[in-house]
T-cell receptor
Framework: DVKVTQSSRYLVKRTGEKVFLECVQD?????MFWYRQDPGLGLRLIYF???????EKGDIPEGYSVSREKKERFSLILESASTNQTSMYLC??????????????FGDGTRLSIL | GQSLEQPSEVTAVEGAIVQINCTYQ??????LSWYQQHDGGAPTFLSY????GLEETGRFSSFLSRSDSYGYLLLQELQMKDSASYFC????????????FGKGTRLSVIA
């Protein structure tokens, strides 16, 4: 089974701090994604990556950056945390999709609170 | 742009059948997927439809009509453990592109 592991289940940080959320997958997937999930808003894509050192902006990249130095690891960075970034953050990975689809495999999420 | 519409909440009785609808408006279309997420858990893949028609996997089925930009997830013989949120998702571009998710339907199964 694919395993996507997020470094923390719960995290509490203060406004203005630089926050790192780590995600590791063990299935050699090319694609990795970061979403945030808020009540009533569903899953919103922050950033995604199709290869090492490659990144693409999603729908809500403002206030975030990412890093993918190794294939198995995709990090989300909150440059200067703000209270409106309090949310559930979900990481996912998948093989390349081509013309069909490949299921995305999600981690258990990090519930981040910014005080 | 793209948008997906699905009901925010559905309630159904244990043992019954429930249908969760999804309509989409996208510039392109490369298939409709469904994901399930239990409270506090990770979303998990349920099904994928690229062509019109019904796909069945056990108690769950998924249907697609590309001409109507519409699909649904059908859950039969409902069990309490089916209480969860269900998300439809589409790919609106070819190639290696991310999914676009709907806002989710919260299904409550009652006794």
């Amino acid at each position: 089974d694919v395993k996507v592991t997020q470094s923390s289940r719960y995290l509490v940080k203060r406004t203005g701090e630089k926050v790192f959320l780590e995600c590791v997958q063990d299935m050699d997937h090319e694609n990795m994604f970061w979403y945030r999930q808020d009540p009533g808003l569903g899953l919103r894509l922050i950033y995604f990556s199709y290869d090492v050192k490659m990144k693409e902006k999603g729908d809500i990249p403002e206030g975030y950056s990412v890093s993918r130095e190794k294939k198995e690891r995709f990090s989300l960075i909150l440059e200067s945390a703000s209270t409106n970034q309090t949310s559930m953050y979900l990481c996912a990975s998948s093989p390349p999709t081509g013309t069909g689809t490949q299921p995305q495999h999600f981690g258990d999420g990090t519930r981040l609170s910014i005080l | 742009g793209q948008s997906l519409e699905q009901p925010s909440e559905v309630t159904a009785v244990e043992g019954a059948i429930v249908q969760i609808n999804c309509t989409y408006q996208t510039s392109g279309f490369y298939g409709l997927s469904w994901y399930q997420q239990h409270d506090g858990g990770a979303p998990t893949f349920l099904s994928y439809n690229a062509l019109d028609g019904l796909e069945e996997t056990g108690r769950f089925s998924s249907f697609l009509s590309r001409s109507d930009s519409y699909g649904y997830l059908l859950l039969q013989e409902l069990q309490m453990k089916d209480s969860a949120s269900y998300f439809c998702a589409v790919r609106d571009k070819s190639g290696n592109t991310p999914l676009v998710f709907g806002k989710g339907t919260r299904l409550s199964v009652i006794a």
